[in-house]
């Protein structure tokens, strides 16, 4: 699978849009991008994944740049809920484990 | 309401001794995983399942072991011979087909002293 670099953290102010980018430079053709988030001390939760569309449902937004070496994670209305340790993992379908990297801490302040 | 449950929450155990997590789900998923976790890091992959009665070392097996009896649990032993066996462990399930992304548990805090 291949691999992923994310800033190691950002911040946001509560209400404003959050834009965690990824970039995964290596991807091949068959591979999607998956989003999960991890609240302080418990399991990841899983967000979003796509393959080349751009992706929307009731958690998130995913853009993935046309040649697919890069995608954004977009929370439109960040609250201090969304304070989490986001994780931008990219696999192959079937039969392809999850690697999780160090994710991106995102801090939605007040 | 379906989900995975692992137990106990905090765990505590004298250096030397075996110790067993547990893990269940009643989500009907094919495939459970076992993660640790360190602070400050992400997961890492210790063993995983795809059916019952089958499971693959995952990148850091070394000290563990595993069982797939039945299609909803698959506990872990962390042995004696895992030489830093204090994390948070993470057990996570899936559907056969993995597009869809996993359900993980709620994590077990071990801590060997």
């Known amino acids: 699978d291949a691999k992923t670099t994310q800033p190691p953290s950002m911040d946001c102010a509560e209400g404003r849009a959050a834009n965690l980018p990824c970039n995964h430079s290596t991807i091949s053709g068959n591979e999607y991008v998956y989003w999960y988030r991890q609240i302080h001390s418990q399991g990841p939760q899983y967000i979003i994944h796509g393959l080349k569309n751009n992706e929307t449902n009731e958690m998130a937004s995913l853009i993935i740049t046309e040649d697919r070496k890069s995608s954004t994670l977009i929370l439109p209305h960040a609250t201090l809920r969304d304070t989490a340790v986001y994780y931008c993992?990219?696999?192959?379908?079937?039969?392809?484990?999850?690697?999780f990297g160090k994710g991106i801490t995102l801090s939605v302040r007040p | 309401d379906g989900g995975i449950t692992q137990s106990p929450k905090y765990l505590f155990r004298k250096e030397g001794q075996n110790v067993t997590l547990s893990c269940e789900q009643n989500l009907n998923h094919d495939a459970m995983y076992w993660y640790r976790q360190d602070p400050g890091q992400g997961l890492r992959l210790i063993y995983y399942s795809q059916i019952v009665n089958d499971f693959q070392k995952g990148d850091i097996a070394e000290g563990y072991s595993v069982s797939r009896e039945k299609k909803e649990s698959f506990p872990l032993t962390v042995t004696s011979a895992q030489k830093n066996p204090t994390a948070f462990y993470l057990c996570a399930s899936s559907i056969g087909d993995i597009l869809y992304g996993y359900t993980f548990g709620s994590g077990t805090r071990l801590t060997v002293v």
């Open positions: 993992i990219v696999r192959t379908g079937a039969n392809s484990k999850l690697t």
